[in-house]
Each structure stands twice: as C-alpha cells, then as structure tokens.
C-alpha cells in the first residue's frame, strides 16, 4: 500500500509566480490536512478537506491560498503570486476517516526567489 | 484555545542510555489524542506513539513509551537503548476527540542528538 505521494518535493518560485502542491492520499484515505513548517519551526494546520468539501481551513492565510480536493485526483495547494516568506515545507497527510491518525507525506520544499 | 508546549530544544543522550523528553499541553476538553512524532533529516514524519486521553494506561511502542499525567497536562516520551537511528526532531502533537475538525496541533519540537 503506497503512502501519502506529494509532488513535486522540491519547487522554486520567482516572487509573484504561482505554486501549486499536489497530494495523493494514501488509498482508502478521503481525509486530506495541509500542513506548512516554516524554517526551525513545528508544523501549523493549514487545512482539512474531505473529498470535494472543505472541512476546516482555519490555518489558511485569507488572501493568495487555496486549496482543493475534486472527487477524481489528487489535492491541490496553490498559492498564488508568492512571496518570500512563503518559503517552507508544506506537509499533506490523509486519514481513513476523522477520528483515524494521520500519515504524513514526505512534503514539497517550496523555496521562493 | 489549545497549545502544545516543548520546553527543551534540544537534546543529547549516549547510545544505549535513556533519555525523556517532555511535552505540556493546555486545553478544557476532556476527550483528546496527544502523539509523538520524529522527523528525521529527511523531513518525513513519522508517528512514533499515540495515547488515548480516556485511557489510564500509558501507551508503549518497543523501545517507546509515554508518561502520560491528565492531571498536570503532561505526556513525555521516554526513549530506552537510545540507538543512532533515534537522532531526529521530536515533534508533541495535540488533537481533539470530537468536533468538526480532526486538526493536529504541534509543539515546536526537541532536537535530539545521540553520541556513540
């Protein structure tokens, strides 16, 4: 059983460019959170969706984030005209339902020049 | 709202030898998850060991295992024959039990080293 799958694991961005995260639960998970570490820091929730529905997007910034997972395929993160202080890993993780654990993908570095 | 607090940022132990690291935790719920997570230098985490809030026993993974004080809002993790593999952040993590949302809310780690 393949784990949590999120492409690419390594993005560079020049400032006000877009950025878009894809994550591929793991199979049988409909449960997806995006997570953001910023450097020498722990990780903070951005967002909790179940399929086609977001659930909890208390941790997301109000303007340039998004985030979408569509019945067929995987989550998008996107982050539009970036700054450098989006620079950070961003995690996805997927559980089997609400009350299961989470296992966390390997993230996608995203560095913003 | 609910914080997770790592007072130690960083650690060392000797191979073989035991160390604890210490996680506290605030919240006015009574049905909660509290997990330990490593991230390792390639930056995956990995779920090291979970406790049940409701359960009085604390849980033990192999060489892991918790010391878990409901009352005091404590859940440390012990480490028993530390190996070099063990080298790795530490992450405490808080989640509610019930409730819309199924967010883990983490501490800002301990980075533990282990010498030969």
């Known amino acids: 059983n393949a784990g949590v799958m999120q492409n690419p694991r390594h993005l560079v961005r020049r400032r006000g460019q877009e950025a878009r995260l894809r994550c591929s639960p793991m199979k049988g998970h409909s449960h997806v959170y995006w997570y953001r570490q910023l450097p020498e820091e722990g990780l903070k929730f951005m967002v909790y969706l179940q399929k086609e529905n977001i659930i909890d997007e208390s941790g997301m910034p109000k303007e340039r984030f998004s985030a979408e997972f569509p019945k067929e395929g995987p989550s998008i993160l996107r982050i539009q005209q970036v700054v450098r202080g989006d620079s950070a890993a961003y995690f996805c993780a997927s559980s089997q339902s609400k009350s299961y654990e989470q296992y966390f993908g390997p993230g996608t570095r995203l560095t913003v020049t | 709202a609910q914080t997770v607090t790592q007072s130690q940022p960083e650690m060392s132990v000797q191979e073989a030898e035991t160390v604890t690291l210490s996680c506290t935790y605030d919240?006015?719920?009574?049905?909660?998850?509290l997990f330990w997570y490593k991230q390792p230098p390639s930056r995956q985490m990995i779920l090291v060991i979970r406790?049940?809030?409701?359960?009085?026993q604390n849980a033990t993974e192999n060489r892991f295992s918790v010391n878990f004080q409901k009352a005091a809002k404590s859940f440390s993790l012990k480490i028993s024959d530390s190996q070099l593999g063990d080298a790795a952040m530490y992450f405490c993590?808080?989640?509610?039990?019930?409730?819309?949302?199924?967010?883990?809310?983490f501490g800002t780690g301990t980075l533990l080293a282990v010498q030969p």
């Open positions: 993590a808080y989640r509610e039990g019930g409730g819309a949302t199924n967010k883990l809310i």
């Open positions: 919240t006015s719920e009574s049905d909660y998850y």
């Open positions: 406790q049940e809030a409701y359960k009085q």
